[in-house]
């Protein structure tokens, strides 16, 4: 015959373990390793749309997204090796609108990340003003971040304040 606490024990352990559960001690705390995810979103207020003067409001028709990887000693590599292009993806709409068109992405791989200890954000914007006149596109990057090989998403967004501009997004979505 079984002592009893054999039988008792995990009728006891099981309740314990969903206490841990819902105070979050497991789960998502320790993010998989592996190589990182790269994540361009677009600003909901980027392209601005009409102002009072829509003849001055920058209009983007397309961005080209490349991430640059840096190592102590220097550029490492561009990813992806042809840009990312986001373009407006209702054919009747010539501008990007952030709320329908979806930003670029881009998952490293363990090959891209040899050697890799920081990353930058470069985009490229070609706009126009509401009379269809292409301007000089705009050149955009952010500073170089530490980036780890941790399987985390490194997000990035691309706004507009007067000028265009991209930084790297923090842990908490600032």
């Not at 314990?16 to 979103?41: E, H, I, S």
Request: aromatic share 10%; with cysteine.
């Amino acid at each position: 015959m079984h002592p009893w606490y054999f039988a008792v024990a995990p009728l006891i352990a099981v309740p314990v373990a969903l206490l841990f559960t819902f105070t979050g001690c497991v789960g998502n705390d320790v993010l998989p390793g592996g190589p990182p995810r790269l994540q361009l979103n677009l600003d909901r207020n980027f392209g601005g749309g009409p102002g009072p003067d829509d003849t001055k409001t920058k209009h983007p028709t397309k961005v080209f997204v490349t991430w640059s990887l840096y190592s102590l000693g220097g550029l490492t590599g561009k990813v992806p090796s042809l840009a990312a292009t986001i373009t407006s993806s209702d054919p009747l709409r010539a501008y990007i609108d952030p709320t329908a068109d979806k930003g670029a992405s881009y998952q490293l791989t363990a090959e891209d990340m040899t050697g890799v200890s920081q990353v930058l954000c470069e985009c490229i914007v070609e706009w126009e003003h509401s009379d269809k006149m292409p301007q000089a596109p705009i050149t955009t990057d952010t500073p170089k971040i530490s980036i780890y090989n941790n399987g985390a998403t490194y997000i990035f967004v691309l706004a507009e304040s007067g000028d265009f501009f991209v930084y790297a997004e923090t842990a908490d979505g600032s």
